[in-house]
């Protein structure tokens, strides 16, 4: 049976206490820590660039799982790369030449990921699927942690998942955006292998047992 892979992002995380942060997220167990990467042009806000992943890098040895929310992904592979990022997932509305970065980003020793906005139809991934190794459904509209999960998204999980299941396809299906208690059961039975979490994790006192109640209550 595969397993649920939750994935904090610390963009709901105290900013000037990162350390504490990624500790919070090693003790809970979760294997994967999600940075929001925004330029204040792609999307409506500014988070931070490749110096705050290679000084997370320096402290941690989790995977991770860069989401570039940014008008010119391709400017940033090996910057990145050489941060410490494991995967590197652009957003589909960004970029024209998607196969020449997906490749990029392979060549660079990085997984590849593509996101979609939720007005984005998840059939316009079509010719890429075989080539990807993370599908990265906005379950809210990017920019800001702490909104409203969009159930729409369900159905593109859904539609993801066959396709996988019946092509052999390898990636993985990631939600993002409005993850938490109430929705996560929904998203996984239609078919996440990814769940990001931002402020459900982060306003939590006891993360590590809500990590565990999270597990619980999908099993
Ligand atoms: C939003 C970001 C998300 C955000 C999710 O644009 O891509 O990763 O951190 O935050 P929550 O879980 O609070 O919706
Ligand atoms: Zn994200």
Known sequence: ???LIIAPSILSADF????????DIEISGCPWIHLDVMDGHFVPNLTFGSKMIDDIRKRTKL?????????????YVQEFKDAGANAFTFHYEAHIHH?????????????AGISIVPSTPVHILDELLPLLDIILLMSVN???????FIPATLKKVKTLSDLKKQNGYRYKIAIDGGINADTIRAAWEAGIDVAVMGSAF???PDKASFIKTIYSSIS
């Open 63 to 75: 995977f991770l799982d860069a989401h570039l929310m940014v008008s010119n992904p391709e400017q």
């Open 202 to 204: 982060f306003n939590t």
């Open 99 to 111: 196969c020449r970065l997906i490749d990029r980003i392979h060549a660079a020793g990085m997984l």
């Open 142 to 148: 990017p920019g800001f942690g702490g909104q409203q």
């Open 1 to 3: 049976m595969k397993e």
């Open 16 to 23: 000037s206490d990162i350390a504490t942060a990624i500790k």
